[in-house]
């Protein structure tokens, strides 16, 4: 299901904001969330750069995504095969959710915090629900990934207006103060 307008131009606004941030926004998002609940620090055994990458990049894709109505159902259900086979369960998600939304706050200051909650809360709920289907329809034989041969290995994309897949920066914002939950 598309976006509305107005909805699509705030978080298109934000992941271009964040695009200089691509490293420093996942680990201080990671750092909230891990401290919120330690038990998930646990899951993350692989390299924490490429996870932080593969955050931005997913949620990039997946709005890009949605703006245009394609279907983004089988690779959200890939992703939550593999979150399912790690051991993510349904319940961590709200806590995933706010740790998020408040990340997202800090690195943009700039930005009124209802704004930025009223349009992350329903994207958020959107790439979720697509997580945890996936979670849902997992089976222990289950392969994590179906190779597409059309594919490349790095996470899907999926076109921005102009025809290309990235955006210009509105420049650094300022740096993140440090967390105090």
């Known amino acids: 299901m598309p976006m509305e307008d107005i ?20 680990r201080r998002f990671y750092e909230r969330l891990f401290r919120r609940a330690p038990e998930i620090e646990k899951l993350f055994t692989k390299d924490r750069t490429r ?7 997913v949620m990039a894709m997946v ?28 319940e961590m ?11 997202m706050v800090e690195f943009l ?7 930025l909650e009223r349009a992350w809360t329903p994207t958020f709920a959107r790439i979720s629900t697509g997580v945890i289907a996936g979670m849902r329809n997992t089976t222990p034989d289950a392969p994590l990934f179906r ?6 290995s790095n996470p899907p994309t999926c076109p921005n207006r102009a025809g290309n897949h990235g955006g210009k920066s509105r420049g650094p914002s300022k740096a993140p103060a440090p967390i105090e939950d």
Do not use: N, W
């Open 93 to 103: 998600f709200p806590i995933f959710g706010q740790a998020f939304i408040d990340t």
């Open 63 to 90: 709005v890009r995504c949605m703006r245009s109505g394609k279907d983004v159902s089988g690779e959200l259900g890939q992703f939550g095969r593999r979150h399912a086979r790690v051991g993510v369960r349904e």
């Open 7 to 26: 909805e699509y131009e705030l978080i298109q606004h934000c992941m271009e904001d964040l695009s200089l941030s691509r490293l420093e926004f996942p």
């Open 147 to 152: 190779p597409d041969p059309k594919r490349r």
């Open 51 to 57: 996870q932080s990458l593969m955050l931005y990049a």
């Open 109 to 115: 200051p700039h930005r009124h915090a209802e704004v």
